[in-house]
């Protein structure tokens, strides 16, 4: 019998693809049950979904955290060189350096107090569901630990590696391009940088909008997310170095092989 996988999610804004991820657990299209909901934002209307659905919520307001975070001493386990260090999103020049690593203190101590909501459930993998906050490697690397398999997952609207960041279907708009889509990926010390679970694509027409295009490429996520999540569920990711001498800059980048 195939195992049901218990899933954790994080959320920001208007949950709809909390929504397709609790629809399918509910409706068995996916092997997997919700654990707990999270938020950084307190008033986020995916909150009242898993009120719904009877599914455990918190909130860790990210916004009072960096307002006052001089005020609270920095977790003890936190070693800031060593996260300046491994992280891959903001700048690591030297005149950046002391405003990266205060910046870097203050989403620590946010995260710490999401380590600590996390902990009250047992989960197997974390979805990021519209979670408009980067992760550290602090967080990450107490995540992914004792799995073959990194276990944060997150979506992001645009056919990444282009228009990694917040607006992806905008940029794919203002760009002017003719193909748009979703990516669902693990997450990585890097913005959006992650291996590639899989992809969904739409055309762009001379009709479309803005607008229209985030409505395909909604309805796209909607798909897409449940459908890497079974994989997860099923065990059929796995990690993979690719070792191609042809291409120096993806050497040793780590890809996702889906398995039969
Ligand atoms: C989705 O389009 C998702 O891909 C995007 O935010 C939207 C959330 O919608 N995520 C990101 O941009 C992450 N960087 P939802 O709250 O209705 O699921």
């Known amino acids: 019998m195939q195992k049901t996988i218990k899933l954790g999610a994080l959320i920001s804004g ?13 409706s068995g299209k996916i092997n997997a049950q919700m654990a707990f909901v999270g938020s950084d934002t307190p008033n986020a209307r995916g909150l009242e979904r898993a009120k719904q659905h009877n599914i455990p ?3 860790v307001d990210y916004t009072q955290f960096i307002k006052t975070h001089q005020e ?4 003890v386990d936190y070693d800031p ?3 300046y260090q491994k992280q891959n999103i903001f700048s690591k020049s030297s005149e950046d350096r002391k405003k990266v690593k205060q910046l870097l203190s203050s989403r620590i101590l946010a995260e710490r107090s999401l380590l600590n909501n996390m902990a009250n459930y047992d989960f197997d993998l974390l979805v990021l569901a519209g979670f408009m906050r980067n992760l550290t490697p602090y967080f990450i690397d107490r995540i992914n630990t004792g799995h073959p398999l990194p276990r944060i997952m997150n979506i992001h609207p645009a056919l990444l590696p282009s228009f990694p960041g917040t607006d992806g279907y905008g940029d794919t708009f203002n760009y002017g391009c003719k193909v748009g889509g979703c990516t669902v990926h693990f997450v990585d010390y890097g913005e959006d940088s992650g291996p590639i679970i899989g992809q969904k694509s739409f055309a762009v027409t001379p009709e479309d909008t803005e607008e229209s295009i985030r409505k395909k490429g909604l309805a796209l996520e909607w798909e897409l997310y449940p459908e890497c999540i079974q994989l997860f569920a099923e065990n059929r990711l796995k990690l ?11 050497k040793n980048r780590l890809t996702v092989v889906v398995l039969n």
């Open 81 to 83: 060189e060593e996260i």
């Open 240 to 250: 993979q170095v690719n070792t191609s001498k042809k291409n120096r800059p993806l």
């Open 57 to 59: 919520h918190f909130v």
């Open 14 to 26: 208007g949950g709809t693809n909390l929504q397709a991820i609790i629809d399918c657990c509910e």
């Open 72 to 75: 609270h001493p920095l977790p």
